[in-house]
């Protein structure tokens, strides 16, 4: 019986591993993708761990390589350990991906066109900004004026986030 439960437990480790091999490949591509262009135009970058966007910090603005090695260490630590979970890691990698194609299917197509736009098409730092502002706008139900003005504000801070990445480049 030890022999079969070994076996069972081994199997979803396999199974698990190719899972977070798949996710690795996958995130590799995202970070490299049109989408991760548009958000860096925008001083955001993509997380490693959650793939969301972020603000660009200090940390980003000139490339370290003692950072970005223990970065790479702790993602490799992470996929690891979720791969010992066995099947627990592929209950949950395969119930975020029906999450993720109910929440397609849900999805307005004023939101897919905007989602769409952000990651296929060639967008100035503004640009993004914009299209950022009204995929959470037409996410929450805001009207056009409250629209305008978080434009307005999240430009603002835009700005204020290139000058002062300007002021560390240099």
């Known amino acids: 019986m030890l022999i079969y439960s070994l076996y069972f437990y081994f199997l979803g480790v396999i199974i698990a591993l190719l899972f977070e091999t798949f996710h690795s490949i996958k995130l590799i591509r995202e970070l490299n993708s049109r989408h991760a262009t548009n958000f860096r135009r925008a001083g955001y970058r993509i997380s490693w761990m ?10 980003y603005y000139k490339f370290d390589p003692y950072f970005v090695f223990m ?3 702790a993602f490799l630590v992470t996929q690891i350990i979720e791969s010992l979970l066995s ?11 029906l999450n993720f194609r109910e929440a397609q299917k849900e999805m307005p197509a004023a939101l897919k066109e905007l989602r769409w736009r ?7 730092g503004e ?7 009204q995929i ?8 056009l004026a ?3 003005q978080a434009i307005a504000e999240s430009l603002e801070a835009y700005s204020a986030r290139m000058e002062e990445i300007k002021r560390h480049e240099v």
């Open 71 to 73: 970065k790479s260490i």
């Open 127 to 133: 640009e993004v900004i914009r299209t950022m502002v």
């Open 136 to 143: 959470s706008a037409a996410g929450r139900g805001w009207d």
């Open 118 to 124: 952000i990651r296929n098409m060639d967008l100035t």
């Open 146 to 148: 409250k629209t305008e």
């Open 87 to 97: 099947w627990i890691t592929v209950i949950l990698h395969i119930r975020g991906w």
């Open 50 to 59: 959650t793939q969301e966007g972020k603000v660009i910090g200090p940390r």
